[in-house]
């Protein structure tokens, strides 16, 4: 069984950076782990992506060259460097995990979810 846990959302303002961490237990080395997000009346969105081995990123084209994912297999945690940040990146940003060999941008392929972080960027 695999359990994730977010932390490091909050309040920032626009143009400011926040770093989330998503730590991981249960047997996800092969994992992909992914982010995604859900603002208010809206669907989750996927964020970005990284394969556990090779390290291969994926981005949604909304948070391209601003945010930067990245993992730790040695503490089996996922970071999420968001810089930049807009108003539209208020969100709750879930990490998730799936054993797909290519990340997919539907969240139903992702079975496993942590229980989100708020993240809040003030204009």
């Known amino acids: 069984q695999v359990q994730l846990v977010e932390s490091g959302g909050g309040l920032v303002q626009a143009g400011g950076s926040l770093r989330l961490s998503c730590a991981a237990s249960g047997a996800t080395s092969s994992y992909v782990m992914a982010w995604f997000r859900q603002a208010p009346g809206n669907g989750r969105e996927f964020v970005t992506a990284?394969?556990?081995?090779?390290?291969?990123?994926y981005y949604a084209d909304s948070v391209k060259g601003r945010f930067t994912i990245s993992r730790d297999n040695a503490k089996n945690t996922v970071t999420l460097q968001m810089n930049s940040l807009k108003p539209e990146d208020t969100a709750v940003y879930y990490c998730?995990?799936?054993?797909?060999?290519?990340?997919?941008?539907?969240?139903?392929?992702?079975?496993?979810w942590g229980q989100g972080t708020q993240v809040t960027v003030s204009s």
């Open positions: 998730t995990a799936s054993r797909i060999l290519v990340p997919t941008t539907a969240p139903g392929r992702y079975p496993y």
């Open positions: 990284i394969r556990w081995s090779g390290g291969s990123t």
